[in-house]
């Protein structure tokens, strides 16, 4: 049962316009929701979180955003840089454990 | 600079043999993962540990094992390698923080 969901497998749009990358999720016992980036050949790096606490959080361009009756964040960029063509992974842990269940990633492509 | 590094980035081994993924830690983090990446399969546990020779199975343990002698070393066995087992892997630790630092993988081949 995938507890974490990241239904568009890509992505793409024009450098300077806003990117949104969606993620869904089931368990209820999810208290923090995290957004990875990762470059083919290295390891994920960590972008920007959000407590279930809070709604939205924001970091530069990137703000995440948190609807808990929905089970649904979003992460959002504004503008878009070619740089930012990555994989994006949504992870989500729930409170007294260190595991992250992770979605199966979203390939962003901007596009110059 | 925290780091987690994983001895290898490229490796090659045959069906049959045993091999041993290496990942150590500058961080003195309590809690060690062993995940796998695969084409649309995301990132899925195979085992972790959240202190010196404690380990608990992930979601995928199966033909794999580990090992944790030293609080800063993490080691991922695979008993006898199958092609099925091609795959990245990545390392990651963390200490009560609510994020993982990752190392920057290693990408198994196994023919």
């Known amino acids: ?112 | 600079d925290v780091k987690v590094t994983q001895s290898s980035r490229y490796l090659v081994k045959r069906t049959g043999e045993k091999v041993f993924l290496e990942c150590v830690q500058d961080m003195d983090h309590e809690n060690m993962f062993w995940y796998r990446q695969d084409p649309g399969l995301g990132l899925r546990l195979i085992y972790f540990s959240y202190d010196v020779k404690m380990k608990e199975k992930g979601d995928i343990p199966e033909g794999y094992s580990v090992s944790r002698e030293k609080k800063e070393r993490f080691s991922l066995i695979l008993e006898s390698a199958s092609t099925n087992q091609t795959s990245m892997y990545l390392c990651a630790s963390n200490m009560g923080s609510y994020g993982y630092t990752f190392g920057s993988g290693t990408r198994l081949t196994v023919v």
């Open chain 1, 1 to 112: 049962d995938q507890q974490v969901k990241q239904n568009s497998p890509s992505l793409s749009v024009q450098e300077g316009r806003i990117s949104i990358l969606n993620c869904d999720y089931t368990n209820s016992m999810f208290d923090y929701f995290l957004w990875y980036k990762k470059y083919p050949a290295e390891g994920p790096t960590f972008l920007i979180s959000i407590s279930s606490i809070k709604d939205k959080n924001e970091d530069g361009r990137f703000t995440v955003f948190l609807n808990k009756s929905a089970k649904h964040l979003s992460l959002h960029i504004v503008p878009s840089q070619p740089g930012d063509s990555a994989v994006y992974f949504c992870a989500a842990k729930r409170g007294g454990s260190e595991k992250l269940v992770f979605g199966k990633g979203t390939k962003l492509t901007v596009n110059p």
